[in-house]
């Protein structure tokens, strides 16, 4: 047993004794995964310690190791795995976590799986034996036979009676409705100080009483799971663990809560320390733990690249986030708060996790903007559900319309509006809600549903990589070479030979082709044989180190083990090339102007123009533009040497290199030095020297999400062309509004705009006359019951004139009701007045709404003013003239 007392020990001690131990029977560490999963699509967010190894399991993939060991961040807070709503409210529920996790691909199986447990938990983590109990799948719920195995090998650790047996509810995994699957052995704690060994009483155990905390799931994988439900062995059975890091640390450490933890505790004491003495008496602990866990995934979320926006992953990291504000707010945080948080978050695991402490400006950046956002609605939005509650008809549900109004209008994301409905006992139909918001914003609106990035990569290219290996590239050195080829692809199939006009997929040992990777477009080009042309239209990388060559043979045909000559289009190539390199120069003059939270979080390059993503809360000021693009074209015309070599990931970081959020790096990496200054990681092609660009030339700048900012921009003759188009726009404006020079010509522009305004409001007021009539006589107002009405058609007036000339009109009248009419856009358009003094006698909604019938429209308002329209506009004469009988019959309901 270990010599360290077990209450003694950190959570970082717990993470790295795991480690340790699995390291130490022939595991290999992997670092964890990113939160955002590559290459599927079924995930939204990584949740569990399996998914990177998910195509080794199901053996499309293979890896040099047979043993690993991992500690995985999760999310568990959208799509099937969600527990939001009891984040903060339970002491086990979070939405981010971590797992830790060994994994066996056919080599150990039950026996060592089941001792390595025990041993960590009993001996390296000192828990006691006597609070430990154990479950085996029982043989129900799947056509599989039950664990019996399991259950004798735990015998060796646990007496019998705490040993239970869990149908497969419980008890069995599977990685989907078919494929590798098994049955799972679970490690419970017992709370009080010694289980009870009731096994063998029906009713009992971790399945029905809350008195016991899962601390550890071991799958044991040996069936793949037919379309038929019926089980097959596995010819490699393999091992899949998971324990929540958390759970494991409030064991050990003696506590009841994970938010006792110092994986939570020193967050939840930063929230109590900025909300200092506002704190309402009645609020307890639930607001501060979810302020805790929230920023802790919030902080992550963003480090891993995903930011707050309306859709997919992004959409819930802003619930997130604006679910932890408003318990801010109601425990009296009423300035932004969260990115202070955030910065005790980087504190306590950015040893761990480096990319926290890398990206800790982006992270302070997005939380501030994001919660600055919220807060300007934050009071407007919740005063207005205030007053949907306090109107609400007790035991109906919410109507869904508002709660999409709070969202599309106040940022409140629906199922917070749900949150809130239920501390109030009112429900709310969220699908409804959804519902309402796509229609309020059109289909492209509401939350989204995407799930994992990038699709899934095709049984055919892993079954090609398989068997031919990885790719030879020489395109740092070459544009030309010979390659001979391996793998023909055509219509998802491997083929041996493909003629002319088929469009195939080519794999060769050997290619000067770059693949499309970092934002950077794949080469196109040429290959030839002896009778054989081929045109290379795109090149992509399916698998990593593998390059497939999206081809049309144009003469001839190629055959597997043929040998061809492949050309890149030079012209392309070094188009690209300096496209590339510019935003190399434009992400370090972004960060030299705005500040270290700017991250790249995308990119394109192509041979025409390049488009740079970046993060930032504000657009560019035109002196922040001037100044990027002035630094830019100054590290080009440094014209220093490029430098590219390949070091270890730490050599790397030691030089100051950038690299790419959300990439994944291997142990050695690519450094691209650039006009001394710009060095980051990158696998792409680069000019020789900073001035081989030529020219840098911006040419637009825009959002395109919460946060992120977009700048297109042009190189060499691209940009000379983009400087000749504004010379000359510039010039024929200048003519045309006769500018003796091009500085005259931004004075010309604001006097022209200076006269088009008076024109306007001269062309308003002009309205405003025709439609009061001016001079008019008072052959228009008649006398209904001794009310004086008022009718009038008046021609070219839009609704806006309309309600002028309705005020004047009512002024002029002194006491009366004003009925106009008028064609707007091919509609009727009516509009009712009513001054003050008539107003308990005659309602203008009510008497518009009566009057809209004869545009077959309809209309309502206020008492004082309201408007209605229709598409029947040969009925408006026809309302006009109702106006007098219809006001008699409301004065006669009256």
Same mark, same amino acid.
């Given at each position: 047993?270990?010599?360290?007392?077990?209450?003694?020990?950190?959570?970082?001690?717990?993470?790295?004794?795991?480690?340790?131990?699995?390291?130490?029977?022939?595991?290999?560490?992997?670092?964890?995964?990113?939160?955002?999963?590559?290459?599927?699509?079924?995930?939204?967010?990584?949740?569990?310690?399996?998914?990177?190894?998910?195509?080794?399991?199901?053996?499309?993939?293979?890896?040099?190791?047979?043993?690993?060991?991992?500690?995985?961040?999760?999310?568990?807070?959208?799509?099937?795995?969600?527990?939001?709503?009891?984040?903060?409210?339970?002491?086990?529920?979070?939405?981010?976590?971590?797992?830790?996790?060994?994994?066996?691909?056919?080599?150990?199986?039950?026996?060592?799986?089941?001792?390595?447990?025990?041993?960590?938990?009993?001996?390296?983590?000192?828990?006691?034996?006597?609070?430990?109990?154990?479950?085996?799948?029982?043989?129900?719920?799947?056509?599989?036979?039950?664990?019996?195995?399991?259950?004798?090998?735990?015998?060796?650790?646990?007496?019998?009676?705490?040993?239970?047996?869990?149908?497969?509810?419980?008890?069995?995994?599977?990685?989907?409705?078919?494929?590798?699957?098994?049955?799972?052995?679970?490690?419970?704690?017992?709370?009080?100080?010694?289980?009870?060994?009731?096994?063998?009483?029906p009713g009992t155990g971790p399945a029905y009483d809350d008195d016991y905390v899962e601390l550890w799931n071991l799958v044991f994988?040996?069936?793949?799971?037919?379309?038929?439900?019926?089980?097959?062995?596995?010819?490699?059975?393999?091992?899949?663990?998971?324990?929540?890091?958390?759970?494991?640390?409030?064991?050990?450490?003696?506590?009841?809560?994970?938010?006792?933890t110092d994986l939570l505790a020193p967050m939840v004491e930063t929230a109590k320390r900025l909300a200092g003495g506002r704190v309402?008496?009645?609020?307890?602990?639930?607001?501060?733990?979810?302020?805790?866990?929230?920023?802790?995934?919030?902080?992550?979320?963003?480090?891993?690249?995903?930011?707050?926006?309306?859709?997919?992953?992004?959409?819930?990291?802003?619930?997130?986030?604006?679910?932890?504000?408003?318990?801010?707010?109601?425990?009296?945080?009423?300035?932004?708060?969260?990115?202070?948080?955030?910065?005790?978050?980087?504190?306590?695991?950015?040893?761990?996790?480096?990319?926290?402490?890398?990206?800790?400006?982006?992270?302070?950046?997005?939380?501030?903007?994001?919660?600055?956002?919220?807060?300007?609605?934050?009071?407007?939005?919740?005063?207005?559900?205030?007053?949907?509650?306090?109107?609400?008809?007790?035991?109906?549900?919410?109507?869904?319309?508002?709660?999409?109004?709070?969202?599309?209008?106040?940022?409140?994301?629906?199922?917070?509006?749900?949150?809130?409905?239920?501390?109030?006992?009112?429900?709310?139909?969220?699908?409804?809600?959804?519902?309402?918001?796509?229609?309020?914003?059109?289909?492209?609106?509401?939350?989204?549903?995407?799930?994992?990035?990038?699709?899934?990569?095709?049984?055919?290219?892993?079954?090609?990589?398989?068997?031919?290996?990885?790719?030879?590239?020489?395109?740092?050195?070459?544009?030309?070479?010979?390659?001979?080829?391996?793998?023909?692809?055509?219509?998802?199939?491997?083929?041996?030979?493909?003629?002319?006009?088929?469009?195939?997929?080519?794999?060769?040992?050997?290619?000067?082709?770059?693949?499309?990777?970092?934002?950077?477009?794949?080469?196109?080009?040429?290959?030839?044989?002896?009778?054989?042309?081929?045109?290379?239209?795109?090149?992509?990388?399916?698998?990593?180190?593998?390059?497939?060559?999206?081809?049309?043979?144009?003469?001839?045909?190629?055959?597997?083990?043929?040998?061809?000559?492949?050309?890149?289009?030079?012209?392309?190539?070094?188009?690209?090339?300096?496209?590339?390199?510019?935003?190399?120069?434009?992400?370090?003059?972004?960060?030299?102007?705005?500040?270290?939270?700017?991250?790249?979080?995308?990119?394109?390059?192509?041979?025409?123009?390049?488009?740079?993503?970046?993060?930032?809360?504000?657009?560019?000021?035109?002196?922040?533009?001037?100044?990027?693009?002035?630094?830019?074209?100054?590290?080009?015309?440094?014209?220093?040497?490029?430098?590219?070599?390949?070091?270890?990931?730490?050599?790397?970081?030691?030089?100051?290199?950038?690299?790419?959020?959300?990439?994944?790096?291997?142990?050695?990496?690519?450094?691209?030095?650039?006009?001394?200054?710009?060095?980051?990681?990158?696998?792409?092609?680069?000019?020789?020297?900073?001035?081989?660009?030529?020219?840098?030339?911006?040419?637009g700048e825009s959002s395109i999400a919460q946060g992120v900012r977009r700048i297109e921009a042009v190189t060499g003759m691209g940009?000379?062309?983009?400087?000749?188009?504004?010379?000359?726009?510039?010039?024929? *404006?200048? +003519?045309?509004?006769? #500018? %003796?020079?091009?500085?005259? $010509?931004?004075?010309?522009?604001?006097? !022209? &705009? =200076?006269? /088009?305004?008076?024109?306007?409001?001269?062309?308003?007021?002009?309205?405003?006359?025709?439609?009061?009539?001016?001079?008019?006589?008072?052959?228009?107002?008649?006398?209904?019951?001794?009310?004086?009405?008022?009718?009038?058609?008046?021609?070219?007036?839009?609704?806006?004139?309309?309600?002028?000339?309705?005020?004047?009109?009512?002024?002029?009248?002194?006491?009366?009701?004003?009925?106009?009419?008028?064609?707007?856009?091919?509609?009727?358009?009516?509009?009712?007045?009513?001054?003050?003094?008539?107003?308990?006698?005659?309602?203008?909604?009510?008497?518009?709404?009566?009057?809209?019938?004869?545009?077959?429209?309809?209309?309502?308002?206020?008492?004082?003013?309201?408007? *209605?329209? +229709?598409?029947?506009? #040969? %009925?408006?004469?026809?309302? $006009?003239?109702?106006?007098?009988?219809? !006001? &008699? =019959?409301? /004065?006669?309901?009256?």
């Amino acid at each position: 047993m270990a010599d360290s007392k077990p209450k003694t020990l950190t959570a970082a001690q717990i993470r790295q004794r795991f480690v340790d131990f699995f390291v130490a029977r022939g595991h290999t560490h992997v670092p964890s995964s990113s939160l955002v999963p590559q290459d599927d699509p079924t995930l939204l967010f990584v949740n569990a310690g399996m998914n990177q190894f998910k195509d080794v399991f199901t053996g499309r993939e293979h890896r040099p190791y047979s043993r690993a060991v991992t500690v995985q961040r999760c999310v568990r807070a959208g799509g099937k795995h969600n527990d939001l709503d009891n984040v903060g409210f339970t002491p086990r529920h979070q939405t981010l976590f971590e797992m830790l996790g060994n994994f066996s691909f056919g080599d150990y199986f039950k026996k060592d799986a089941i001792d390595w447990a025990w041993a960590f938990l009993t001996e390296e983590l000192g828990l006691p034996e006597e609070r430990l109990v154990v479950t085996v799948f029982d043989g129900t719920g799947e056509d599989a036979p039950a664990d019996d195995e399991a259950a004798e090998l735990w015998k060796a650790h646990v007496p019998v009676g705490r040993i239970y047996r869990c149908s497969a509810k419980d008890n069995f995994w599977a990685m989907g409705d078919t494929g590798p699957c098994g049955p799972c052995s679970e490690i419970h704690l017992f709370k009080g100080e010694v289980a009870p060994a009731t096994a063998d009483q029906p009713g009992t155990g971790p399945a029905y009483d809350d008195d016991y905390v899962e601390l550890w799931n071991l799958v044991f994988m040996q069936y793949e799971k037919l379309d038929d439900g019926s089980m097959k062995p596995l010819p490699k059975p393999s091992i899949d663990t998971g324990s929540g890091l958390e759970r494991v640390a409030a064991a050990v450490m003696g506590v009841d809560s994970n938010y006792g933890t110092d994986l939570l505790a020193p967050m939840v004491e930063t929230a109590k320390r900025l909300a200092g003495g506002r704190v309402p008496k009645d609020a307890g602990e639930a607001p501060f733990r979810v302020i805790a866990d929230h920023a802790r995934a919030a902080a992550f979320l963003i480090a891993d690249g995903v930011f707050p926006d309306k859709a997919g992953r992004s959409y819930v990291l802003r619930r997130i986030m604006r679910r932890a504000i408003r318990h801010g707010a109601d425990v009296g945080l009423d300035e932004p708060f969260m990115h202070e948080v955030c910065r005790t978050v980087v504190e306590v695991f950015g040893s761990v996790y480096p990319e926290l402490r890398e990206r800790a400006a982006v992270i302070d950046e997005v939380v501030r903007g994001e919660e600055e956002a919220f807060r300007r609605t934050l009071d407007r939005g919740l005063r207005r559900l205030t007053r949907a509650i306090d109107n609400h008809e007790a035991g109906q549900p919410f109507d869904p319309e508002v709660a999409a109004e709070l969202y599309d209008t106040y940022g409140f994301p629906i199922d917070l509006t749900a949150i809130i409905l239920r501390e109030h006992g009112i429900t709310l139909d969220e699908d409804a809600a959804e519902a309402a918001l796509r229609a309020r914003q059109g289909e492209g609106g509401g939350r989204g549903a995407e799930l994992g990035q990038g699709a899934g990569v095709a049984d055919v290219y892993f079954d090609v990589h398989e068997r031919v290996g990885d790719t030879e590239f020489s395109g740092y050195e070459h544009e030309q070479g010979e390659g001979k080829l391996l793998a023909i692809i055509v219509g998802g199939v491997s083929v041996p030979e493909a003629g002319a006009g088929t469009e195939a997929e080519l794999v060769f040992d050997r290619t000067p082709f770059y693949a499309e990777s970092g934002g950077q477009v794949g080469d196109i080009g040429r290959a030839e044989a002896e009778g054989a042309r081929v045109e290379i239209v795109d090149t992509i990388k399916p698998r990593a180190g593998m390059h497939v060559h999206r081809a049309r043979v144009e003469k001839g045909s190629v055959r597997l083990g043929q040998t061809l000559r492949l050309r890149v289009d030079s012209t392309a190539r070094s188009a690209t090339r300096r496209n590339h390199s510019a935003t190399h120069l434009l992400h370090h003059a972004l960060r030299a102007e705005l500040g270290e939270h700017v991250v790249q979080k995308g990119s394109l390059v192509s041979p025409e123009r390049l488009r740079f993503d970046f993060s930032h809360n504000r657009s560019l000021s035109p002196g922040q533009r001037r100044a990027i693009e002035t630094r830019v074209n100054a590290m080009i015309l440094g014209n220093v040497p490029s430098v590219t070599k390949e070091v270890s990931m730490d050599e790397a970081k030691a030089e100051g290199a950038i690299g790419l959020f959300g990439e994944k790096y291997g142990e050695r990496v690519r450094v691209v030095r650039l006009a001394d200054d710009s060095v980051e990681l990158c696998g792409g092609t680069h000019v020789a020297r900073s001035g081989d660009i030529g020219l840098f030339a911006i040419v637009g700048e825009s959002s395109i999400a919460q946060g992120v900012r977009r700048i297109e921009a042009v190189t060499g003759m691209g940009a000379v062309e983009h400087a000749q188009q504004l010379a000359e726009v510039a010039s024929e *404006a200048a +003519g045309q509004l006769h #500018a %003796g020079s091009l500085r005259e $010509l931004p004075e010309r522009i604001a006097k !022209l &705009q =200076a006269d /088009l305004k008076q024109r306007d409001r001269t062309i308003e007021e002009l309205k405003q006359k025709l439609a009061t009539g001016a001079g008019a006589g008072d052959d228009e107002v008649t006398e209904v019951s001794g009310i004086k009405l008022l009718t009038r058609r008046v021609s070219g007036a839009d609704a806006k004139t309309l309600r002028s000339a309705a005020d004047a009109l009512r002024d002029r009248l002194g006491s009366g009701v004003v009925v106009l009419g008028a064609e707007t856009q091919g509609k009727a358009t009516l509009l009712v007045a009513v001054t003050k003094d008539l107003q308990a006698r005659v309602h203008a909604g009510k008497l518009v709404g009566a009057l809209a019938r004869h545009v077959e429209g309809k209309g309502g308002g206020r008492p004082d003013l309201a408007q *209605a329209g +229709g598409p029947k506009l #040969a %009925g408006l004469d026809e309302a $006009l003239g109702a106006a007098g009988p219809t !006001l &008699q =019959a409301q /004065l006669g309901a009256a």
